[in-house]
């Protein structure tokens, strides 16, 4: 295997770093929804490399290896030894579609010697946590699904995806890798503190919540943020975001962002689902965990591809927007933080997110997460 960053800018367009992949199999990349709603660059690269599958998405910030920018794009050239690809792309009207949605993708997968799949979903009109069912109620267990759902910075008006086509909005993209040859490694962390007392979700549907021990949802979070952050809303909520688990299963947690509020109803709409009988628990950042979470996902990631010889290798970071506005100028040092764990034979990039798809670190279940840094390391055997 072999890669090559490639970026764009508005003064300096394309620009590739390297030897010139112009055979290359596949094309990551991430850039604003302003430079990729047009479909331009989308068509400039089909043009620079005629053979490849390309796949990308709007984002809430681009990593190019340790930087992180809100210009232009970030993306990687890939080229594969012994590893075929397949790429399905589908639409998704609202989230009630996500997991029929998600199954259609997993059934143009499907294969016996499908390795890993590497999915982009629009960040607004999804529930995550269906679409990752849906995709892993088709392909067979063991089979990593990673990726994250589509950024529009902290606006939350409209997210693009692309999977061999023009991004567009409602769109599901996803890349199959095959063969015994790809190596597919993953990681997650948080990285947050919970706070206040453990409440029960007594009334949700899907990912929108209504109560939590009997009061409107939205009453209770504005409280907690106080009158200037509930003005904010649903934005300012990406600094706050709720802990939910099973209490049968009180190790399984899982972090939900909100992605919307409605002031009438007193509900919340959150990314991925808020099940009615779990506990939940607010949450707040702490700058020093958030990078040692993810050195932990990169160290994770760096594992599973295990040594992939004088194959050069991909890391793909996906880190929640929330994370980002919480850090600030500090954003790169989770970045970097993540840099550190990787080899030098790992080319990185990434963006910024309003979801993560991985596997889950103690249950192995693939679904959705928020808040996190998820690290999805691609290579070839030696």
Same mark, same amino acid.
């Given at each position: ?5 490639? &970026? ?10 390297? !030897? ?7 094309? %990551? ?6 430079? %990729? +709603? ?37 993306? *990687?050239?890939? !080229? ?20 029929? /949605? ?14 890993? *799949?590497?999915?982009? &979903? ?16 088709? *392909?067979?267990? #063991? ?19 692309? #999977?061999? /086509?023009? =991004? ?12 015994? +040859? ?29 109560? %939590? ?49 409605? !002031? ?10 808020? =099940? ?8 707040? #950042?702490?700058?020093?965990? %958030? ?16 040594? /992939? ?9 996906? &880190? ?16 970097? +933080? ?20 991985? =596997?889950?670190?103690?249950? #192995?279940? /693939? ?16």
């Amino acid at each position: 295997m072999r890669a090559e960053r490639v &970026s764009w800018s508005e003064t300096q367009g394309w620009n590739f770093a390297g !030897r010139g992949l112009d055979t290359a199999d596949l094309i %990551l990349y991430f850039g604003t929804r302003q430079v %990729l +709603a047009d479909g331009g660059r989308f068509r400039e690269l089909k043009t620079i490399f005629p053979v490849a599958h390309i796949v990308g998405c709007s984002t809430g910030g681009q990593i190019h290896n340790s930087d992180v920018s809100d210009d232009g794009i970030a993306g *990687v050239a890939m !080229r594969f030894d012994a590893t075929r690809l397949r790429v399905a792309c589908e639409p998704v009207r609202d989230a009630g579609e996500s997991h029929a /949605c998600g199954a259609a993708i997993g059934r143009a997968l499907a294969a016996e010697d499908l390795a890993g *799949v590497f999915v982009l &979903s629009d960040g607004l009109n999804v529930n995550g946590s269906e679409l990752v069912a849906g995709i892993t109620s088709e *392909v067979r267990w #063991g089979v990593p699904v990673t990726g994250g759902l589509a950024g529009d910075g902290a606006n939350f008006g409209e997210t693009v995806v692309g #999977g061999d /086509c023009e =991004p567009r909005s409602q769109a599901v993209a996803a890349v199959g890798f095959y063969g015994s +040859a790809i190596r597919i490694g993953h990681g997650s962390a948080g990285g947050w503190d919970t706070f206040g007392p453990r409440r029960r979700i007594t009334r949700s549907v899907g990912n929108i919540l209504f109560e %939590l021990d009997g009061e409107p949802a939205l009453d209770l979070y504005e409280r907690y943020l106080g009158e200037e952050e509930a003005k904010g809303l649903p934005g300012t909520a990406l600094l706050f975001p709720l802990q939910v688990h099973d209490p049968a299963h009180p190790d399984h947690e899982v972090v939900r962002t909100i992605l919307g509020i409605d !002031r009438e109803a007193r509900s919340m709409t959150f990314a991925g689902d808020v =099940p009615q009988g779990w506990n939940a628990r607010l949450m707040r #950042g702490n700058l020093d965990r %958030l990078s040692a979470g993810a050195a932990d996902a990169a160290r994770q990631a760096q594992s599973g591809i295990g040594d /992939c010889g004088e194959s050069e290798g991909v890391a793909v970071l996906v &880190s929640c927007i929330g994370r980002r506005l919480l850090m600030g100028q500090r954003t790169s040092e989770e970045v970097e +933080a993540a840099a550190a764990e990787l080899g030098a034979n790992i080319s990185r990039l990434g963006f910024y997110s309003y979801g993560e798809i991985s =596997p889950h670190a103690a249950s #192995g279940m /693939c679904e959705l997460h928020n808040q996190t840094m998820t690290v999805t390391t691609i290579a070839e055997a030696a």
